[in-house]
C-alpha cells in the first residue's frame, strides 16, 4: 500500500465506515432483507448491522476479499445471480462509478428489490469535482485492485436515469458529512449524495 493509500486509511476510512453505516441504517425498513452490491469486505454491512441488528445483510462483488464481514457471493459484475424481488432493498455503496454503465446494475436492482434501491455515490458537479473524485476514487481503491472507470455522473444526469428506470428518490442527503473540516472543504461539498428510491408508480 503506498504512502497515501495507508494515511487514507489511518485517517479517512474508519470515519467513512462510521457516518455511512449511520446514514444507509437510517434508509433500511424493519427487518429488511439487504443485498449490497460491491460489498468489499463488508465492513459497513457490519456496522449497520450493529445499529440494525433487525436487518439481514448478504452481498456479491466481483472480488471475493479473503476476509468479509457477511456472506459474499462472486458475480459477473452485470446480473445480479437472484430472483425477482427476492430482496427487500438493494444497496450499493460507491459502486456504480466503477462500472462503464450504470444502467444495466440499476435495471437488475429494480427486478431483484421488492421495496427500493439504497445509493451512495457521486455527483460531478462544481468546481474541480472530476479531478477531485478521481484523486478520492485512486486513493480508497487503487491498492485493492478495483477497476477505476471513473465514470462519475453530474446530478441531472443521475435524476434523469431514475426517471427512466420508473424510480423516485423518496430521501436525499447531499451532505453526509465523510470528511472532517478543513478536508471537508475540499472533498465534501456536493460531491457525495445518499438516496433511498422507490417506484415511482
Not at 29 to 42: F, I, K, S
Not at 58 to 80: C, M, N, Q, W, Y
Not at 142 to 167: D, M, S, T
Request: hydrophobic share 45%.
Amino acid at each position: 500500500m503506498s504512502v497515501v493509500g495507508k494515511l487514507h486509511a489511518g485517517l479517512v476510512f474508519g470515519r467513512r465506515v462510521r457516518v455511512l453505516a449511520r446514514h444507509l441504517a437510517a434508509q433500511l425498513p424493519p427487518n429488511a432483507r439487504v443485498l449490497d452490491v460491491g460489498c468489499g469486505d463488508g465492513r459497513i454491512d457490519a456496522a449497520i448491522g450493529q445499529q440494525r441488528p433487525d436487518v439481514q445483510i448478504e452481498g456479491v462483488d466481483v472480488l471475493i476479499r479473503p476476509s468479509t464481514h457477511i456472506p459474499v457471493t462472486k458475480f459477473d459484475g452485470a446480473h445480479l445471480p437472484f430472483p425477482d424481488a427476492s430482496f427487500d432493498i438493494v444497496q450499493f455503496v460507491d459502486v456504480l462509478h466503477h462500472t462503464d454503465d450504470p444502467m444495466i446494475l440499476l435495471r437488475e436492482a429494480r427486478r431483484v428489490a421488492r421495496t427500493g434501491i439504497v445509493l451512495k455515490d457521486h455527483g460531478k458537479d462544481g468546481f474541480l469535482a472530476g479531478p477531485t473524485l478521481r484523486f478520492m476514487d485512486w486513493v480508497g481503491n487503487a491498492h485493492h485492485g478495483v477497476v477505476l472507470p471513473y465514470n462519475y455522473w453530474p446530478i441531472a444526469k443521475w435524476r434523469a436515469a431514475f426517471a427512466e428506470l420508473g424510480l423516485k428518490p423518496a430521501t436525499w442527503l447531499d451532505h453526509p458529512g465523510l470528511y472532517p473540516w478543513p478536508a471537508s472543504l475540499a472533498f465534501e461539498r456536493k460531491l457525495h449524495f445518499i438516496t433511498r428510491l422507490e417506484r415511482a408508480s
